[in-house]
């Protein structure tokens, strides 16, 4: 820990050593609070759409809500709608299960 403060230390002659450790120390810290967030919550959201399951009810990004009636291979869910129309959608443009963002909606109010 001495030496660390002692390569840090500010006066007198230029340590060489400085520049490299706090270019690694502001590399750590990226990582930390935006590399490492964001490659969990990606994870995240690919293990929500691998569980994904017919007769969820789910919302869209584009804010469309709707219930899986068929999960096809190519990627892509029938979403029913409103009565019997129902919509082929892409599996990723699915945001959320309607039942998990109305009770994390209503947590976060009170």
Do not use: C, W
Request: no cysteine; net charge positive.
């Amino acid at each position: 820990m001495n030496s660390l403060l002692f390569l840090l230390q500010a006066g007198g002659a230029a340590n060489p050593m400085q520049l490299p450790i706090m270019l690694l120390l502001m590399g750590v810290v990226f990582y930390f609070f935006l590399i490492r967030p964001q490659n969990k919550k990606q994870k995240e959201a690919q293990a929500f759409l691998e569980a994904i399951k017919v007769g969820d009810k789910v919302i869209t990004t584009s804010g469309i809500h709707g219930k899986i009636t068929a999960i096809n291979d190519d990627n892509t869910v029938l979403v029913q709608v409103d009565g019997p129309t129902r919509l082929k959608m892409e599996k990723s443009s699915i945001n959320a299960e309607l039942t998990k963002a109305v009770n994390t909606t209503s947590t976060e109010t009170k």
